[in-house]
């Protein structure tokens, strides 16, 4: 017996249909349904370190009677690429992949970035189905239609809003999942803990260890919680006219640090440093309270997420700020904190401010 899965709904937004995000066990069973009766082929984009469910996820739908390919991806940031995104378009007319037809991507949120991404551009739109992998794909990456690539000017410069047709949580997954990858999904938890949920602190502060582990007491809690904050936001903001920024909180920093790295550091850890930043940055504002900005590194630093950065990258970092997706002209506009779960925008900061707050996290 598995006990019925949680199931968080995702309300339609900017003309985009509902869908429902399910947590829990054995869920391969609710992809038919997904699927849809219309559909006669359906293409599974998954990492390479995901070969062997991939194949297995193909050949389960093989049998049910779907012209079923299975098209491998390089792991991680590699795969956010046009190139990666060209070779699945070609498997795709190679197959006479039609619109009815359906893509579903396992793997981590590089893997169903790129996989919402094929489906957003494949004929104009295709539907797609996110079977996330990883804490971060969980709670974050596979939930609000964000789908996209990187340029060698920065990260996930290209993309398109394609909300999924559902999300398959399945928590057996983490299993396998190496511990540096599950506590780098950590921070998009905590970043959520953050910008709406302080009870999502106090799970991980009250056992730091546990929050690390797959098994640990709470971690079915910790994904929900973190998939109703994105859930919530999302459903009403589908294409960040507004409230969705505040699912961007520690980001600005994050996403240059990421480049500056060529992506050899997985995302969660760059927002986290990127949170602290922000967390000064709201400090030095005069908006963010000493307790709540001193959290930031309690709580990061609990489950052994990075607190700092290379000090003498500031310039770099600075440049590739500025094609954040939220700066508008000339303006650089970061989300920060008003007080716990009161996160708000501030525009155009002094650069004596930022410069200020860098020093906070410089190594
Ligand atoms: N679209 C969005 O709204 C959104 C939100 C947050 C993050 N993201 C993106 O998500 C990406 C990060 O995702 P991530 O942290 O999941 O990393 P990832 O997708 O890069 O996966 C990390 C590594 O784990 C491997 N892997 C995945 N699942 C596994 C499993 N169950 N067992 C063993 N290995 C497994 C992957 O192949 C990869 O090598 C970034 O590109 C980020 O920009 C997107
Ligand atoms: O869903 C969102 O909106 C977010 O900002 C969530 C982020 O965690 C995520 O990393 C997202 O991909 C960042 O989006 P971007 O627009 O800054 O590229
Ligand atoms: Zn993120």
New binding site residues.
Partial sequence: MTDAPTRIHVGGSAGADPYDVLVGRQLLGELPELIGHQAKRVAVLH????AT?GEALREDLAGQGYEAIAIQLP???E??TAEVAAYCWKALGQTGFTRTDVVIGV???????VA?FVAATWLRGVRWIAV??????MV?????G???INTAEG??LVGAFHPPAGVLCDLA??????VH?YV??LA?VIKAGFIADPAILDLIEGDPEGAKRPDGPHTAELIERAIRVKAEVVSSDLKESGLREI?NYGHTLAHAI?KNERYNW???AAVSVGMVFAAELGRIAGRLDDATADRHRAVLGSVGLPLTYRGDQWPKLLETMKVDKKSRGDLLRFIVLDGLAKPTVLEGPDPAMLLAAHAEIAA
Avoid: F, I
Avoid at 132 to 137: A, D, F, M, S
Avoid at 140 to 144: M, N, T
């Fill in positions: 990492p390479e370190a995901l469910t792991n991680a940031e795969a956010k793997g981590g949120g590089a893997t169903t970035d919402g996330p992998t990883t804490v971060l794909g974050d990456a596979a939930v609000g964000k789908t996209g990260k996930n997954a983490l299993d396998s999942l190496p990858d780098s999904g998009e699912l990421e997985r995302h969660g």
